[in-house]
C-alpha cells in the first residue's frame, strides 16, 4: 500500500470497493459454508458438555460426558479398532499407489487404459463395492477362498464372517478402493521430478533401485508428505464402507469411531455423549494434521 | 494447516513418463515383461470385482455360487434387468438420485466458482483468514460434527426433505479450492487490462474468468455429481421417507431385504454405477485434472 498523503483516500475508496466486490463474490457461497460447516463444529463444541438427547433442553454437565467416555469398553474398542485400521491402511495403500504410480511412469503399452481401470474403483459406490466384495468374500463359495484353495491354503479365512478376518477384509477393500486416486497425486508428482536428474544419475552409473532412493524418492518427498497427511484422516474417518460392510460386526471386531458416533446419536438419541466421542475423533484428526506439518516444515529447514 | 503447502499446483499429467529418455535398451526389455505381468496382474485384480458383479447379475440365482466357479453365465438371464424394476423402486430412487446430483452440481459449480473468484482476485481486508477457515475444514472430518449439523438442520425443518441433501453437499470448500486454485494460473495482467478498459470485478469474472475456466468447471461438475450420486452417509441420516430413497439408500434396503437374491442384487448394483461409469468414460481427462490440480477430495 502506497504511504503518500494525497493517495490516501483514493486508496481507502479502493479498499472499501475491493472489500464489497470480494463479499459480494464471496456471500452467496459463505451463507452456505458458514451455516451448515462451520456453525455446526463451532457448536459441536457446546453440546459435547451436556446431556442433550433430542427430547427437551440441553443440560450442562461439565466433563460427565468425557469421564463416561474414559470407562466406555465400546468406545475403547471402536478407537483400537480405527487404529487398527489406519495403521494397516496408510502404508499398504501407500505402496501400493506408489508402485502403481511407478508403473505407469514407463513407456508401456495401455498405460492410459490401466490408468482408467485404476481409478474406477474410487468413484463406484460404497453400497455397490461392499455387496460385491461380501460375495467375493464368502467363505465356502467365494472366488477368494476358491483362488486361495487353489494355491494350497487349506483352512482359508472366514473374512466378513469371523472376527479375527473381518478387519483385514474390510483394509483390503479399503486399500484397493482408494490406491488409484492417490496413485494420480504421486504420478502428478513423479512427473515435477526433471528428466535430466535421471540421466545424470544414469550417467553416473545408478542401478534402478539408486536412481529409486536417491531421485525419486527425494523428489516425490512433497507429495508423499501431502498423500499421507490426506491419508490418515480418510483412515481415521473411515465409515460408510465398514457400515455397508460388515456392520461393525461380528460381534465388535470392526466398529470404528465414526459408526460408534452414528450408534449412540442417530440410533441411541446420546447426541450429548455422542458429540463428545466426535471430539475425539476431531482432535485426533486434528492434532495429527498439526502434527505432520510440524515435522515436514523442520524436515523442510 | 497452511495454505502454502496445499496450494502448491500440481502439473496437469501427461501419460505416459513423458520427459524421459529411452535409453536404457538393453536391459529393458527383461524389465518390459516384468512391466507388462505387474501391469496385467493389476488390472485383473482392479476388475475382479466389476467383472463379477457383470457376470453375476447375468446369471440366475443358483448359479451365482456355485464349486468349481462358473465364470461366464449360463444360460444368459437377461430377465433380471426387467425383473429388478417391478421387484424395486429403482425409477423413484433413480429419478431422486439424478434430480439431487444435478441441483447440487450446478449450486456447486455457480457459488464455487463465483466465490473462488473473490479470492483469488479480490483483495480486500480479512480475506486469507476466510480462506484459511475454509481449507481448515477440509481436514475436519464430517463425521465429527455430524450431530450438530443434524440438529440445525431439524430447526430448520429441512430434514427428511431432498433440501437437506442440496444444503449439505452444495456449498463445500471444494469447490472454492479447485477454482481458486485453477484462477491462480490465469495470469493477472489480463484481469489488469480489462479493469483499465472499465470492466468492472463481475464483467472480468464473467466475460474473461469463466469462459478460460471450462475445463476446471467440468471437473468440478463432473466431481461434484459423482459424489452426491455415490453419497451414502448423507441420505442415510437425512431422509426417512421411502419415497424420498436416493439409488445408494435404495440398494442397500434391497440388499437387506432380499438378502439371498445374490444375482438381483448385482443388478441393481450395476444400474447403480452404471451412470457413473459412463460419465467417467465420457469426462475422464476432466476427472484426471481436477484431481491432480487439488489433491483434495473425499
Known amino acids: 500500500m502506497a504511504t503518500l498523503p494525497s493517495t490516501r483516500p483514493r486508496n481507502r475508496r479502493l479498499v472499501s470497493r475491493n472489500t464489497v466486490a470480494g463479499w459480494s463474490f464471496i456471500l452467496p457461497n459463505f451463507v452456505g459454508f458458514a451455516v451448515l460447516t462451520l456453525l455446526p463444529v463451532l457448536v459441536l463444541f457446546y453440546v459435547a458438555f451436556t446431556n442433550w438427547n433430542v427430547f427437551g433442553a440441553a443440560e450442562w454437565t461439565g466433563t460427565a460426558n468425557f469421564r463416561r467416555m474414559w470407562d466406555d469398553a465400546s468406545f475403547w474398542t471402536a478407537l483400537r479398532n480405527t487404529v487398527y485400521y489406519t495403521v494397516f491402511h496408510i502404508p499398504l495403500t501407500l505402496a501400493a499407489s506408489l508402485g502403481l504410480a511407478l508403473l505407469l511412469n514407463r513407456k508401456l503399452r495401455g498405460v492410459r487404459f490401466f490408468r482408467t481401470v485404476a481409478f474406477f474403483p474410487y468413484i463406484t459406490s460404497i453400497v455397490a463395492i461392499a455387496v460385491v466384495w461380501n460375495q467375493l468374500f464368502s467363505p465356502e463359495y467365494g472366488p477368494i477362498n476358491a483362488l486361495l484353495g487353489a494355491v494350497g491354503v487349506d483352512n482359508a479365512p472366514g473374512w466378513t464372517t469371523s472376527s479375527t478376518w473381518s478387519m483385514p477384509a474390510v483394509i483390503i477393500v479399503g486399500t484397493w478402493r482408494y490406491m488409484g486416486y492417490y496413485m494420480l497425486l504421486f504420478l502428478a508428482g513423479l512427473q515435477t521430478i526433471p528428466a535430466q536428474l535421471y540421466e545424470a544419475a544414469e550417467t553416473d552409473g545408478a542401478t534402478p533401485w539408486q536412481r529409486f532412493v536417491h531421485v525419486t524418492l527425494p523428489g516425490l518427498r512433497h507429495t508423499t508428505f501431502f498423500v499421507t497427511v490426506l491419508l490418515t484422516i480418510e483412515s481415521f474417518k473411515v465409515f460408510d464402507l465398514i457400515l455397508v460392510m460388515t456392520g461393525g460386526g461380528p460381534g465388535q471386531s470392526t466398529l470404528v469411531l465414526s459408526q460408534y458416533i452414528y450408534q449412540k446419536s442417530f440410533e441411541e438419541n446420546q447426541f450429548g455423549y455422542a458429540s463428545a466421542v466426535s471430539i475425539v475423533l476431531f482432535a485426533i484428526c486434528f492434532s495429527i494434521t498439526v502434527i505432520q506439518f510440524m515435522v515436514n516444515k523442520r524436515r523442510n529447514s | ?298
Request: no cysteine.
Open chain 2, 1 to 298: 494447516m497452511t495454505t502454502t503447502d496445499l496450494a502448491a499446483p500440481a502439473p496437469a499429467i501427461t501419460v505416459p513418463g513423458s520427459g524421459r529418455p529411452p535409453s536404457r535398451r538393453v536391459a529393458s526389455r527383461g524389465w518390459r515383461l516384468v512391466g507388462y505381468a505387474a501391469l496385467v496382474l493389476a488390472a485383473a485384480g482392479l476388475l475382479l470385482p466389476f467383472y463379477w458383479m457383470v457376470v453375476a447379475s447375468l446369471k440366475t440365482n443358483s448359479d451365482v455360487f456355485t464349486i468349481p466357479i462358473t465364470w461366464l453365465p449360463d444360460p444368459v438371464v437377461w430377465r433380471n434387468y426387467l425383473d429388478i424394476w417391478q421387484r424395486s423402486d429403482m425409477t423413484t430412487w433413480l429419478g431422486n438420485t439424478l434430480l439431487l446430483s444435478m441441483v447440487v452440481t450446478l449450486l456447486q459449480v455457480v457459488t464455487g466458482s463465483f466465490a473462488a473468484y473473490g479470492f483469488a482476485r479480490v483483495r480486500f481486508p480479512g480475506r486469507n483468514a476466510l480462506f484459511l477457515a475454509y481449507v481448515g475444514t477440509i481436514a475436519v472430518p464430517w463425521q465429527s460434527y455430524m450431530i450438530p449439523q443434524f440438529i440445525l438442520m431439524s430447526k430448520l425443518q429441512l430434514s427428511n426433505t431432498l433440501w437437506s441433501i442440496v444444503a449439505i453437499q452444495a456449498f463445500g470448500a471444494f469447490g472454492v479450492f479447485l477454482m481458486k486454485q485453477f484462477y491462480e494460473t490465469i495470469p493477472e495482467e489480463l484481469s489488469e487490462s480489462a479493469r483499465v478498459d472499465g470492466l468492472s470485478e463481475f464483467g472480468i469474472y464473467r466475460r474473461i474468468m469463466l469462459p478460460l475456466s471450462r475445463p476446471a468447471l467440468a471437473s468440478l461438475a463432473l466431481l461434484t455429481f459423482v459424489t452426491t450420486w455415490n453419497d451414502y452417509l448423507g441420505p442415510l441420516i437425512y431422509l426417512r421417507s421411502p419415497e424420498l430413497r436416493t439409488i445408494q439408500l435404495g440398494l442397500n434396503t434391497f440388499i437387506s431385504q432380499y438378502n439371498a437374491e445374490y444375482a438381483l442384487i448385482m443388478t441393481g448394483s450395476v444400474l447403480s454405477v452404471l451412470p457413473v461409469a459412463v460419465i467417467f468414460l465420457l469426462g475422464q481427462r476432466y476427472f484426471i485434472e481436477g484431481i491432480a490440480t487439488t489433491g483434495l477430495k473425499g
